[in-house]
């Protein structure tokens, strides 16, 4: 379950013209971003995986998922831009997982901007963050 939504949100993002084509987003990375990656970028992370059983099988997962835009730009502008289009995708929209049914897909927090220094690169970045439920059964 936890891969096959990995790649679903790898998928809906990077095939985003919005996040491509409209802010220049170059990928979406699994906790973290290779060395060296073009700016911005998306990370989406598992926070939690809590299962819900019934009758002793389980019934469904509800997965928090840390996701995070990064960007070079000190102001947060356009990783906000990109968290908001994010927010629209995921938001109470139809996401396929394969071999899973979605249940619920919904932002439940947004995260305070960070600020941190790519020494690789010697740039401080921003990133805007929210987390969401994704629950699939």
């Known amino acids: 379950m936890i891969e096959a939504t990995a790649t679903a949100l790898a998928s809906l993002f990077n095939g985003d013209t919005t996040l491509t084509s409209t802010y220049g987003v170059t990928g979406t990375f699994y906790d ?3 060395d060296a990656q073009a700016y911005p970028f ?3 992370g598992l926070v939690t995986a809590p299962d819900d059983y019934t009758f002793g099988v389980r019934a469904w997962s509800e997965a928090l998922w840390q996701v995070r835009a990064w960007d ?8 906000a831009r ?3 289009r994010i927010d629209t995708l995921l938001t109470d929209q139809a ?3 394969s071999g ?3 249940l619920v897909c919904r932002r439940m927090e947004t995260l305070p901007p960070m600020t941190e220094l ?4 010697g740039l401080q970045v921003r990133a805007e963050g929210a987390r969401f439920l ?3 059964s």
């Not at 070079?72 to 990783?79: C, F, L, N, V």
């Not at 790519?118 to 690169?121: E, G, H, L, R, T």
């Open 134 to 136: 994704i629950g699939v």
């Open 100 to 102: 899973y049914r979605v």
């Open 32 to 34: 973290m971003a290779p």
């Open 42 to 44: 998306i990370t989406i």
């Open 118 to 121: 790519d020494s690789a690169a």
């Open 72 to 79: 070079q730009d000190t102001s947060a502008r356009r990783a």
């Open 95 to 97: 996401l396929t997982v």
């Open 82 to 84: 990109i968290m908001a």
